[in-house]
């Protein structure tokens, strides 16, 4: 077990794209220390690419935009996302994400996901 780093930086943007083949999509980064009470990951979707409707019933997600251009698409609309952007993406909201043709790079923070846990069957 590595020790945790405790509070501090833990990635810088330049150093991590410089890194990342260019062609590499997903997770570029994730939040890994133990103990730790969020989930942060830094996504890289490329060009056209699209995150498909869905909607996420347990978590309020929080989104970044560092790079690239893209659209956010919820029941509120189409909006257009770019460098700066900060979306909220309510539990229960349907959501959809797509990159413009340059791609899309951002940071998405959320509550940790708790571990899978072996419960007892509910009594009917």
Do not use: F, K
Request: aromatic share 2%; charged share 20%.
């Amino acid at each position: 077990m590595t020790p945790d780093p405790g509070p501090g930086v833990l990635t810088h943007l330049e150093s991590l794209l410089s890194e990342a083949p260019a062609d590499r999509s997903g997770a570029l980064w994730r939040l890994v220390e133990e103990g730790r009470q969020l989930d942060a990951n830094i996504i890289r979707l490329p060009p056209n690419a699209e995150v498909a409707e869905h909607v996420e019933p347990d978590l309020d997600v929080l989104v970044q935009i560092l790079g690239g251009s893209g659209h956010l698409d919820t029941d509120n609309g189409r909006q257009t996302l770019a460098p700066g952007c900060t979306a909220w993406l309510p539990h229960g909201a349907r959501q959809a994400l797509s990159a413009d043709a340059e791609g899309l790079l951002y940071l998405t923070v959320h509550r940790r996901r708790p571990g899978l846990a072996i419960r007892p069957a509910p009594v009917s």
